[in-house]
């Protein structure tokens, strides 16, 4: 019996040491983890960037002004590019959330707002197809800020 108090005192004595240099590590870092940002990369089609421009000034801006409002977003902003080559973007839309955490269960929060502004599930597969046709999605890259120290 006593050796099992022993020894499940050293087992504790351990994780305490490892749980404190753990955190000790951590703070170390030059660096904390800021914000998170979703990079969307979009090829306009031939003759539809001011058509593609008009949506992202009316709908796209509606949407990400109402999740601004609801706390999901911190900002959003689309920049243009100067393609390389013929199938890279020339646009880039950047959406900004505060942490991963944020983008956890994000359609249930954003299907509200989206039914609001676009309509029933139906609306909005006929409002997707339609972007489609003004626009590739060529990728998407979630990247994090790093706050220096």
Do not use: C, H, W
Request: avoid cysteine; charge should be positive.
């Amino acid at each position: 019996m006593m050796i099992r108090l022993r020894a499940l005192g050293a087992l504790a004595g351990l994780f305490s040491l490892v749980a404190v240099t753990g955190t000790a590590l951590a703070t170390d870092r030059p660096y904390t983890e800021g914000p998170v940002s979703m990079v969307s990369s979009i090829r306009t089609e031939p003759g539809m960037f001011e058509t593609y421009m008009k949506y992202l000034g009316t709908t796209y801006k509606q949407l990400m002004e109402e999740q601004k409002k609801a706390g999901i977003v911190l900002d959003y902003a689309v920049y243009q590019a100067t393609p390389r080559g013929p199938d890279d973007p020339n646009l880039y839309l950047v959406v900004t959330y505060k942490n991963m955490a944020a983008m956890d269960d994000l359609a249930n929060r954003t299907d509200a707002i989206q039914e609001k502004l676009i309509g029933s599930q139906e609306q909005r597969d006929a409002a997707m197809v339609a972007r489609g046709k003004m626009r590739t999605q060529i990728g998407t890259e979630m990247i994090r800020k790093l706050e220096l120290k």
